[in-house]
């Protein structure tokens, strides 16, 4: 499911991301507060997006991932956003994301989230999302 904000397309991650998302992931700047630090190799990376795109499959889905686009320049990637589910009875979600550091300070982010956060509480009928 793709999303869409006024500058911006999120597209769910496959597996043509790998090497853009493991670029993103290897960039310093943007893992440095990241819990699961540098990947080693690509195989580390792929481990990490497995989840969200195998998930597709559920009927109830715990994970979603998005790489943030343009919309005038859908091929060019600026970065990843994702939401993970807690078990359905508490209706809550938690919100991450990481943009190449030259796409900092232009809004992308804000515009990104605030997609995600439409998304969970309109389509998902969340009660609370946190970062």
């Known amino acids: 499911m793709d999303l869409k904000s006024k500058r911006l397309v999120l597209r769910e991650t496959d597996w043509d991301d790998l090497s853009i998302i493991h670029a993103l992931h290897c960039e310093p700047l943007v893992e440095?507060?990241?819990?699961?630090g540098i990947p080693g190799n690509v195989e580390m990376t792929r481990a990490i997006m497995a989840k969200p795109?195998?998930?597709?499959?559920?009927?109830?889905?715990?994970k979603y991932e998005w790489t943030i686009r343009m919309r005038k320049e859908p091929?060019?990637?600026?970065?990843?956003?994702?939401l993970s589910l807690a078990a359905p009875r508490f209706r809550s979600g938690e919100i991450h994301y990481s943009l190449f550091p030259e796409y900092w300070d232009r809004g992308f982010a804000i515009e990104a989230v605030t997609a995600v956060l439409k998304f969970g509480f309109k389509k998902l009928l969340l009660h609370r999302i946190h970062a």
């Open 75 to 82: 091929d060019q990637v600026l970065g990843t956003v994702g």
């Open 53 to 62: 795109i195998e998930d597709r499959q559920n009927r109830t889905r715990a």
């Open 32 to 36: 440095e507060y990241n819990t699961l």
